[in-house]
């Protein structure tokens, strides 16, 4: 005698693990957001002054140019 389901959720499990690109998307999922909660510790930035921000180009728009005199 096979044992059935009673569940709606219990059926819906049974036939997600029998789908294999559905499985293989979850759990390529689950990785991509574990990659993503954990980007800074496995590629930290070491950038000297990373965080430094200058009030005359704060608010210029990527790609200009500028001349600072650095000491």
């Known amino acids: ?15 997600f693990k029998k789908n294999f690109w559905g499985v293989f998307s979850c759990f390529f999922l689950v ?3 574990v990659i993503a909660v954990f980007a800074y510790v496995i590629a930290p930035d070491n950038t000297k002054h990373a965080n430094q921000m200058h009030l005359s180009i704060h608010s210029k728009k990527p790609g200009f140019k500028v001349t600072m005199l650095s000491i």
């Open 1 to 15: 005698m096979q044992h059935k389901p009673n569940s709606l959720k219990q059926l819906a499990l049974q036939k």
């Open 31 to 33: 990785f991509v957001g």
